[in-house]
């Protein structure tokens, strides 16, 4: 009787297993279809435009190759993204050694704040520096008065500026990254260095960087990829003086149109990420090799004696300053502006102005933005749950060449992906260039990498016997699905459900380039009114950037708040 029970319990467990797989294979066809329509079929209508005709693909590729220009601005993507990596590590690394040894009071909030910066749109991140560093920002009108003179200090369309703004988006890539994986490292190992003769140098050099080496290669690719790529600060901040390759994508496709040479750009660019895309992936991996690892809490000091208060002191100083700095100077300008406290651009805000950009009040691109926003999570969600549930199949293979598919638009230019939605999406049977579905299909894209990364750990993490104690009690495949996954995956859920929220309410460089007039954004109008001379204007940039900023620093307070411990890869 026994024996007919186990038997019949087996045969049960195998039912099971064998309906959730057939599930999830069902439910993973979703995002893949997804991508071979919205992302492969974009990108292919690019190499189309390219290399189909013979004459356009050899002009457009050997334009790049003979004009000085373009190798300046191919040469100038790569060093300045090589000096930004390093600058950020530089101002991350000791920030990161701070949160990862030692304990104080405040920590989880100064994470999340210095976390905030990395989530904001970029035109925020110009209009911030811009309003504290500017020609007319707070600093130079405090020097003015000390100094006696105009505009003391001159940014204004520097490489020093783009700098600056480069190391205050990604600071917290190395705070999370870096930090997070040391703080899990075993001190002993250092320790018994110091005990054989090694001094601190030594033990630098010899024990701890080649351990940090994983999660400093990653966060220094994972930088150099953002920076490789940048569009809104630069194009902001630096002026016509500066071009990456995205930002002249961007001018070639819509400026000038001159598609062939922007398809060769955007081919460039995508051989690029791709490279390094493959290669972070592969370093993830190495960064998730077995170590001792060892709980935070038992590896963590307080801060006792003058030499590590003041060690932690200036850190955290030093990163308030430059993380809040921005931010506190855009709220500050958005309601002074013009010498007296006032609420008038917030209110110039409601008002539809002839000769304006856009056919609707600017306040109403807050409305589109929630609505693009609203459509972006539930796509996302809808996505990106069933594409992470794929990644947790047993099959090696599949997952060795799904994982790095699925993070790819995370390193695919905006702009790309924008400029090959126009190219291949209009006509039948996907004629959606004068729909507004454009923006949330692209939105969606960007963000789905965030909900996969965010679900991933959670669901490779359930016990497998929870599952199988649950179908021996007679719960069928959705009821288990139901009632054991659901449950504690369901924060993780909300978390990449805020990121994608987050990402769309931000994303600015592919909507430049398919938004409708009647459909702008919120980071659009900042663009916009930027690009506007006269005070109305610049202070409307202003105010539309200060709602902004709260918006995307709630959601992501919010993701904090629900955070599993340290559960989740951003």
Known sequence: MKLETRNGDHRWRLAVRGS????????????????????????????????????????????????????????????????????????????????????????????????????????????????????????????????????????????????????????????????GFWANLDPRIADAARVLGANRRRVWFEVTLPLLMPALGAAALLIFLFTFTAFGTILILGGPRFATVEVEIYRQAVDFFNLPIAGALSVLQIVATLALTIVYTRLQERASLPLDLRPQATLQRPVIGWRRRLLVGVVLGVMLVLLLAPLLALAYRSIALGGEWSLRFYRLLQQNQRSSYFFVPPLTAMRNSLMFASATTLLALLLGVPAAYLLTLRQRLLRAILDPLFILPLGTSAVTLGFGYIIALD??????????????????????????????????????????????????????????????????????????????????????????????????????FIGQPGLANYGQALAMSTLLMLVTALGFIAIERLRIGDIGEF
């Open 427 to 528: 006509e039948p049977p996907l004629n959606l260039r004068t729909s507004p579905l454009l923006v949330p299909l692209a939105h969606t894209l960007i963000a789905l990498p965030f909900v996969v990364r965010a679900v991933l750990p959670v669901l490779r993490g359930i016990d497998p016997r929870l599952r199988e104690a649950a179908a021996v009690q007679g719960a069928g495949p959705l009821r288990v699905l139901w009632e054991v996954d659901v449950p504690i995956v369901a924060r993780a859920i909300v978390v990449g459900a805020v990121f994608a929220f987050t990402v769309s309410m931000g994303e600015f460089g592919a909507t430049l380039l398919l938004y409708l007039p009647e459909y702008p954004t919120m980071p659009l109008v900042i663009y916009r």
């Open 20 to 179: 959730l797989a057939l599930l999830r294979v069902a439910l993973s066809g979703l995002p893949l279809i997804f991508f071979a329509l919205f992302y492969f079929y974009p990108l292919a209508a690019i190499l189309r435009l390219s290399f189909t005709s013979a004459e356009q693909s050899v002009a457009g590729m050997a334009a790049l190759w003979r004009d000085s220009y373009y190798l300046r601005v191919l040469w100038f993507s790569v060093w300045q993204a090589t000096l930004s990596t390093a600058l950020t590590l530089a101002f991350g690394l000791p920030a990161a050694y701070v949160f990862a040894r030692y304990q104080f009071r405040g920590k989880t909030l100064l994470r999340a704040l210095a976390t905030v910066p990395f989530v904001l749109p970029t035109v925020v991140v110009a209009a911030a520096f811009a309003a504290l560093l500017g020609q007319n920002g707070l600093v130079n009108t405090a020097l003015g008065g000390l100094l006696g003179r105009d505009a003391p200090l001159r940014l204004d369309n520097t490489l020093t500026l783009i700098l600056i703004a480069h190391v205050f988006y990604n600071f917290t890539v190395v705070l999370r990254i870096v930090g």
